[in-house]
């Protein structure tokens, strides 16, 4: 039965503290799903590509990726 990686999270806040015991199953599902991401090459290749984009532009700009993508406040 394969589940959502969001159910990780929600079993984690709806059980609190028991959450190492209760959340087992929805661990794993979360564990295979990062897996299978990370042994996928056409993942590795779009992640590498996003990577090098973004440090070129770092390198022609200055200003990291995160800051250039925040708005600028309407009112000064």
């Known amino acids: 039965m394969a589940l959502d990686p969001a159910d990780f999270t ?3 806040k709806d059980s609190g503290v028991l959450m ?3 959340c087992r199953k ?3 599902a ?3 799903c990062l897996i299978a ?3 996928d090459p056409a993942f590795y290749e779009e992640c ?3 990577y ?3 440090r070129e532009e770092f390198r022609k700009t200055g200003i990291p990726t995160k800051k250039r993508l925040q708005k600028l ?3 000064m």
């Open 26 to 28: 929805e661990n794993s």
């Open 20 to 22: 190492v015991v209760k």
């Open 37 to 39: 991401h990370y042994n």
């Open 48 to 50: 590498k590509m996003e």
């Open 52 to 54: 090098l984009k973004e």
């Open 30 to 32: 979360l564990k295979e």
């Open 10 to 12: 929600k079993c984690c």
């Open 73 to 75: 406040p309407t009112s």
